[in-house]
């Protein structure tokens, strides 16, 4: 199963009074601990023209949420939130395709299958 992880984020003045380069730098180092997170994939959105409550929103797939959550405790080791840079205002979780997942579990007749 593919999960996905939608983190909305709030990006804090300190943040906007980085430099470019600077944001890119952190950017990279948030990029390279997914790099280490077996099956981590990121997907970064802006949103702050669209949205007052959040500014973006951080995508993470994975088939492991242990791998997901070791990578979310290595970035809150990082600059993004202990300056803080950045707050999370909203977390929010799905499964690809999970009701087809399910329907493989139903024996026909729609009784669930013992044991799956």
Not at 19 to 43: D, H, N, Q
Request: charged share 25%; hydrophobic share 50%; with cysteine.
């Amino acid at each position: 199963m593919t999960y996905v992880v939608m983190n909305m984020l709030r990006f804090q003045p300190a943040w906007l009074r980085l430099e470019r380069a600077e944001r890119a730098a952190v950017w990279e180092t948030v990029k390279a601990l997914a790099g280490r997170a077996e099956g981590v994939r990121l997907r970064w959105f802006d949103a702050e023209a669209f949205c007052a409550e959040y500014s973006d929103i951080l995508f993470v797939e994975t088939e492991d949420l242990s791998a997901y959550y070791l990578f979310w405790e290595a970035v809150r080791d990082t600059d993004l939130f202990s300056v803080p840079y950045v707050e999370v205002t909203q977390v929010a979780m799905g499964i690809e395709d999970g009701f087809a997942a399910y329907d493989r579990t139903l024996a026909p007749g729609g009784q669930v299958v013992a044991g799956e």
